[in-house]
């Protein structure tokens, strides 16, 4: 091996991270995300790392690329033309939807999302199939040749078909109808992404792949051919939900797979972190410019789930579990009509900013209040690449909070400061006492590039054991890209119960699996490093929710059952052994491992201890505190709260009473003096 880059692109910067595989040297950037265009801004970022490192673009052997901005782009933009063919009968599928009601469930003027595809839009077809998966009206094929014939400027289709899990043979005729008929529109099957019983979760999946696939598919084209003219030809990868990475062709064709794909690989940098200082189980925080995600590491894995959602749409697809809030380091504070202070969700983003980045932004953010109270430099971020502007924070803040509000200016920038931890809290509690984890048994990993403005003020509400600011944490989500395996996942539909599920069909389905997992992962290669691990979903029959465990080795009804019950009590805090165990799905996960990284801490020599400058900063009350510069910290140095840590992509905020020591691999970890020590001795 040789290079290897990671670049995430957030709302409001991209960052970058570039190691050398033989001397493990790294190298960290960050330069501003460039909404309209999200390529623009990697490649920005791309020419900037690798001509501070002084490294060709054709010496990189490997780039990952992690991003949600194009997706909620899409979204929100609602620019892809897209129908959906379902079943005759069963048009209505998107607006039935399940009778779940999301956010307050008292609120009487709740109103369900609308449908990611209008009803307009939705064409019932002549075929039936039973649950079994056997046929009852077969596929009308010329009523499908016509309709491909008559839509118009539709971009792409969506084809969820009654019990497709079961028998798609239907779905794939219709595919090859479009290929024939029209083949200038994008097709998505249900089949081919999910093998969910629930018929409206593969509607809604297939959905939400068909209308981000035409503009995803021109983004990676388009990056594609930037980093070219660039000299970057190494093969591109790019981040999945499940915590793997996939080609960019791959991805192009199920964009679904992809969704949470820059949040994710912060979870697992975090979980690397984790099991390097001993499996900890852990949250972890990785709050950005636009938003915050938060996230549970359990004995150093990450939390594992079979469903998700995006913008409202269930998506059926494995993924790291993920609590994604709008409350980040550019969150415009506000004053609501009834004279209460918000933070949140609208962000200043990239373009205009934070107000103090004097690039026409006129609203108050997170930022700009760290500034007013003395966390961030008055020299700036990035090295000082980007100026700060304190008089237009001030401003902002006296005019929009504190004003309204009779607050003095920094009474009110303490305020937003408070109230985004306090999103960020909410967010937290879901994650781990409703979960039943006390916060106080774990430790918390707060980074990205205002993680360490709040961290500090989480633990102390949580009394979580200790906090850990990785290295580098601006640029924990890059870093985790480079420490992802290639993978895929394959299903086969079972929903029988645990006894009646026999052992040997069991074994065949999950060879025909492995089979599907190797084929996609070749790439030319022999396959001879491919790892495969089988899992099956369950649930108490009639539950509507499942529960994964791992399958490897002889399938026995009584283990299974046993690990269920097992797993049933430590999620939800019961189970029942009187009640039948339900196989609802088999699964495979085929994963080529990446070579192992490791990120040290700087050792040069250095007399004493490090010797901070101070400046005045408010904790409720003005202190003089001491600014210690990252860089200059080795392993064991200790220092006491309130302290203010800075680099070049970060800032970490210590509270008076705050114990700081420097792990050996150069993070901080924090503690209140009147707090047990963690265990984390390194």
């Known amino acids: 091996m040789g290079y290897r880059l990671g670049v995430d692109t957030g709302g409001t910067h991209t960052d970058l991270v570039l190691i050398d595989d033989v001397s493990g040297t790294v190298w960290v950037d960050k330069v501003p995300s460039t909404p309209a265009v999200p390529s623009d801004g990697v490649i920005n970022g791309a020419k900037q ?15 990952v690329y992690g991003t949600t901005v194009s997706v909620n782009r899409i979204l929100q933009g609602g620019s892809t033309r897209t129908a959906l063919l379902t079943t005759a009968g069963f048009g209505d599928v998107l607006e039935l939807a399940r009778a779940y009601r999301f956010g307050n469930i008292y609120d009487t003027r709740w109103k369900p999302p609308k449908p990611i595809i209008s009803r307009d839009n939705v064409h019932e077809i002549s075929e039936r199939v039973t649950f079994r998966g056997d046929v009852v009206t077969p596929l009308d094929v010329a009523q499908v040749e016509s309709l491909a014939a008559q839509l118009g400027d539709i971009e792409s289709i969506a084809v969820c078909f009654l019990h497709s899990n079961q028998f798609s043979d239907h779905e794939r005729a219709v595919r090859e109808i479009f ?35 035409p503009r995803l598919k021109e983004h990676f084209e388009y990056l594609e051919a930037q980093l070219r003219e660039i000299g970057i030809t190494c093969p591109v990868y790019t981040m999945q939900g499940n915590g793997g990475v996939m080609t960019l062709a791959a991805a192009a064709a199920s964009p679904v797979r992809v969704m949470n794909s820059g949040p994710v690989a912060g979870v697992i940098a975090g979980a690397d972190l984790c099991q390097q200082l001993g499996n900890l189980t852990a949250v972890t925080l990785d709050m950005g410019g636009t938003s915050t995600d938060v996230a549970v590491v359990n004995e150093g894995r990450p939390r594992e789930t079979q469903s998700g959602q995006l913008h409202g749409n269930p998506v059926s697809q494995s993924t790291i579990e993920v609590d994604p809030i709008g409350a980040g380091g550019g969150s415009v504070a506000w004053v609501d009509d009834g004279g209460a202070l918000r933070v949140g969700p609208h962000s200043a983003g990239a373009d205009p900013g934070p107000a103090c980045y004097g690039k026409g932004g006129t609203e108050p953010t997170v930022t700009d209040a760290a500034l007013v109270l003395g966390y961030l430099s008055p020299d700036g971020l990035l090295g000082g690449a980007t100026k700060l502007r304190r008089e237009l924070a001030s401003e902002a803040i006296n005019r929009v909070v504190a004003g309204p509000l009779g607050l003095t200016e920094h009474e009110a920038a303490y305020g937003i400061v408070r109230l985004a931890a306090a999103a960020s809290l909410r967010a937290i509690r879901r994650m781990t006492v409703a979960r039943g984890f006390d916060p106080r048994d774990l430790v918390m990993v707060s980074f990205g590039g205002a993680g360490g403005l709040i961290g500090a003020i989480l633990s102390h509400e949580l009394e979580v054991s200790g906090l850990i600011i990785p290295t580098n944490p601006g640029n924990v989500s890059a870093r985790g890209l480079l420490l992802t395996d290639q993978r895929h996942d394959e299903m086969w539909p079972l929903n029988k119960l645990v006894h009646d599920v026999a052992g040997s069909d069991l074994a ?25 691990v089988r899992f099956l979903d369950l649930r108490y029959l009639g539950q509507a929710f499942d529960l994964t465990i791992e399958s490897n080795g002889d399938y026995n009804p009584e283990h299974v059952t046993e690990e269920f019950h097992r797993i049933h009590a430590e999620r939800y805090g019961h189970s029942d052994k009187s009640n039948p165990v339900q196989v609802v799905m088999a699964r495979t996960t085929t994963v080529r491992r990446t070579p192992n990284i490791t990120f040290a801490a700087a050792t040069s020599p250095r007399e004493g201890g490090p010797v901070p400058i101070h400046r005045d900063v408010y904790f409720g009350e003005w202190r003089k505190t001491p600014i210690y510069t990252r860089s200059e910290l080795r392993p064991d140095d200790t220092f006491e709260g309130p302290f203010i840590v800075q680099e070049q992509g970060s800032t970490t905020v210590g509270l008076p009473g705050d114990h700081c020591k420097v792990l050996s691999d150069g993070s901080l970890l924090i503690t209140p003096k009147s707090s047990p020590r963690t265990s984390t001795s390194r």
């Open 508 to 532: 065949e389905i999950y060879t025909s699996l492995e089979k599907n997992g190797t084929a996609a992962l070749l790439d030319g290669t022999t396959g001879a490093d491919l790892e495969h």
């Open 179 to 213: 290929l024939r008929v029209r083949p200038d529109i994008s097709v998505s099957l249900s089949s081919d992404l999910t093998a969910s019983t629930g018929e409206y979760e593969r509607a809604s999946t297939a959905a939400v792949d068909a209308f981000v696939k």
């Open 49 to 63: 790392i690798l001509g501070k490192a002084q490294v060709q673009a054709e010496s990189l052997d490997l780039m």
